[in-house]
T-cell receptor, first 117, second 115 residues
Framework: GDSVTQMEGPVTLSEEAFLTINCTYT??????LFWYVQYPGEGLQLLLK?????DKGSNKGFEATYRKETTSFHLEKGSVQVSDSAVYFC????????????????FGKGTKLSVKP | EPEVTQTPSHQVTQMGQEVILRCVPI?????FYWYRQILGQKVEFLVS????????KSEIFDDQFSVERPDGSNFTLKIRSTKLEDSAMYFC?????????????FGPGTRLTVL
């Protein structure tokens, strides 16, 4: 079945460092890809998404490109801030129910990012 | 900005007891989901619900689990006889329309501890 493999954490960076969190997926259909972020004590929030190959999702300085040839959706940010400290989840929407348009999400394990001042 | 709310934030129960986790979705969002996350593990899909019936359920969602919208607004997850391994964070999510690319909005979660 569909699956998401995400870089294990935790990741600790200094402020203004470059961030990459790797994410690869396995899917039989044409999924949409997402990055969700979970700040301490809060629920998951959509950070960015891409719905087809070569699309680039971007938000708050983060970006990720849907690469069908490498089945990847790596998250990047050029200069992280302390406020970016959170857990980041890569996810895909399950395409096997596309006829029913349910789009159940399949998540990676999450990567905890800590940014030090 | 509208948001999904969940109650309680933390539920402690004895093994074998029934629990009901509640979610108030965003108004006019028609697709509903429950996910869970066991500590240190990935977020896992449990069930999706649309038009007052289950659309899909995972292997985790066995006969001990049920969902309903009792009053047309709240969306509940019931575990009939809890087991130790049901201890997890349970997230409710919903989205406005169908389609794979539509955003799911998540609640803050209910932490269930089964003793």
């Amino acid at each position: 079945g569909d699956s998401v493999t995400q870089m294990e954490g935790p990741v600790t960076l200094s402020e203004e460092a470059f961030l990459t969190i790797n994410c690869t997926y396995t899917a039989t259909g044409y999924p949409s890809l997402f990055w969700y972020v979970q700040y301490p004590g809060e629920g998951l929030q959509l950070l960015l998404k891409a719905t087809k190959a070569d699309d680039k999702g971007s938000n708050k300085g983060f970006e990720a490109t849907y690469r069908k040839e490498t089945t990847s959706f790596h998250l990047e940010k050029g200069s992280v801030q302390v406020s970016d400290s959170a857990v980041y989840f890569c996810a895909l929407s399950d395409s096997k129910n596309y006829g029913g348009s349910q789009g159940n999400l399949i998540f990676g394990k999450g990567t905890k990012l800590s940014v030090k001042p | 900005e509208p948001e999904v709310t969940q109650t309680p934030s933390h539920q402690v129960t004895q093994m074998g007891q029934e629990v009901i986790l509640r979610c108030v979705p965003i108004s006019n969002h028609l697709y509903f989901y429950w996910y869970r996350q066991i500590l240190g593990q990935k977020v896992e899909f449990l069930v999706s619900f649309y038009n007052n019936e289950i659309s899909e359920k995972s292997e985790i969602f066995d006969d001990q689990f049920s969902v309903e919208r009792p009053d047309g607004s709240n969306f509940t997850l019931k575990i009939r006889s809890t087991k130790l391994e049901d201890s997890a964070m349970y997230f409710c999510a919903n989205k406005k329309g169908g389609g794979l690319g539509n955003e799911q909005f998540f609640g803050p979660g209910t932490r269930l501890t089964v003793l």
